[in-house]
């Protein structure tokens, strides 16, 4: 009797696999440019959670696919496509070109800043926003479902009520949304976690000049958090997500403890980028990392663990910040940066297009829309902010974000609405 009962068992459980696999459906089609019908190489296509790269024509082929396919690519807008029965799909994405401005934790909440913000949005070549939802100093700007943002008091201060409702306003706009989350300068899980804050090389924990603690990268169960906030962000609408602060502290003011080197630092940032994508990769949201800007001049990572040659390969966008007045000892033939915008940013990307081989559109820099702190103390008016623009431009990489911690921002350098191509 056994032996009949099991063997009903395991005929029913290849009836089941034989059905299974006669009804899955193998999709193949090509991903392709809307303007020029060119191949998109590299579009990343999202079934099930489960990504797929198209080859450098822009196909792919997809076995067990269901009725929608999420994709995206650098340089254009993602969307959703619903797959056809049979034949081949032909999926097409829209080019589009970002031009953020930032808008802080504070700055968010605040109706005259965001409101100032959106107005010269409208007004100008400007179509994108970059929107702290974990800021410098660790707090979650929405209500976060996540129950340690509140048990370590990350959610004292909301600045952001209604997330979802923000993004569908921005959206309605044409903006494009990126969500900046600030990795592992987190005073408040370091304060209520000392287990995981960095320490220095005589064991007190580390602060920063701001006087705030550090998490340990290398504390791998300290990630999910930062990873949950990312994902509760792409739930919400965002179109990407930026992780800044992902790296160690620099350390200039004191002696870091940093057990293993090189080595073990650059293997934690990237693991943590590994396992931030695999988090996101149901929600077809683009990836991006921030860096500083020596990072594309240094071979090493620059005793904070980033280097482009871990990062790059693991992003959608890599964002150097190359704020002229942040690079005091100047590059190679320019020792004075704010006297030489262009040259800043253009020889900075080229330095990063040089060692990575990689396309334009898979870099978009931070630029300098704030007062400089570090040589002569000028204000970056219309002509610094247009200069740097036209490096980027002349370059071609996938826009550009203008940072200024006070979120006011003036139309100078900017161009008309008028005179932008496609938003």
């Not at 998109?40 to 696919?65: E, H, L, N």
């Not at 913000?117 to 179509?127: D, G, S, V, Y």
């Not at 931030?276 to 990836?287: C, G, K, M, S, T």
């Amino acid at each position: 009797m056994m032996r009949i009962a099991c063997g009903i068992v395991a005929s029913v459980a290849a009836l089941s696999m034989l059905c299974a696999a006669s009804s899955a459906r193998e999709l193949s089609g090509r991903v392709v440019d809307a303007q020029t019908g060119a191949g998109i190489a590299g579009a990343i296509i999202t079934v099930d959670g489960r990504p797929t790269t198209a080859d450098a024509a822009g196909r792919f082929r997809i076995v067990g696919a269901r009725d929608t396919l999420r994709v995206r690519a650098p340089g254009y807008r993602r969307r959703d496509f619903a797959a056809a029965d049979d034949g081949e799909a032909e999926i097409r994405l829209t080019p589009f070109t970002p031009k953020a401005l930032y808008l802080s934790f504070y700055g968010v909440g605040s109706s005259a800043l965001r409101g100032a913000a959106l107005k010269l949005i409208r007004q100008t070549e400007l179509n994108a926003v970059v929107i702290d939802i974990k800021g410098d100093r660790g707090l979650v700007a929405y209500r976060s479902a996540i129950p340690l943002a509140a048990e370590i008091g990350a959610q004292r201060t909301i600045t952001i009520p209604d997330l979802p409702g923000l993004l569908r306003d921005l959206h309605n706009q044409g903006i494009y949304t990126i969500a900046r989350i600030v990795v592992f300068k987190d005073d408040p899980y370091a304060a209520a976690r000392p287990d995981f804050a960095v320490r220095q090389s005589g064991g007190e924990i580390f602060r920063d000049r701001e006087g705030l603690r550090w998490i340990d990268p290398m504390r791998r169960e300290a990630w999910d958090y930062d990873i949950a906030i990312a994902v509760e962000a792409a739930r919400a609408g965002f179109d990407e997500i930026q992780f800044d602060y992902l790296r160690f502290p620099d350390g200039r003011r004191a002696h870091i403890a940093m057990p293993g080197g090189q080595e073990a630092r650059t293997h934690a940032i990237a693991g943590f980028v590994d396992a931030a994508r695999e988090r996101l990769a149901p929600y077809n949201v683009f990836l991006a990392v921030d860096v500083f800007g020596y990072i594309c001049w240094n071979v090493d990572d620059t005793h904070i663990g980033q280097r482009l040659e871990d990062l790059v390969p693991r992003v959608d966008y890599l964002s150097p910040m190359l704020y002229p007045s942040g690079f005091q000892f100047g590059i190679p033939g320019y020792p004075n940066p704010v006297t030489h915008v262009y040259q800043i940013v253009r020889r900075s990307l080229d330095r990063i297009s040089a060692r990575m081989h990689v396309s334009p559109r898979r870099i978009r820099p931070w630029l300098q829309a704030f007062k400089d702190y570090a040589f002569d103390r000028r204000v970056f008016d219309a002509d610094e902010i247009r200069t740097q623009i036209r490096a980027a431009a002349d370059f071609g990489s996938d826009g550009w974000m203008l940072w200024n911690p006070r979120n006011i921002y003036t139309d100078q350098g900017l161009a008309a609405e008028a005179e932008t191509a496609c938003r």
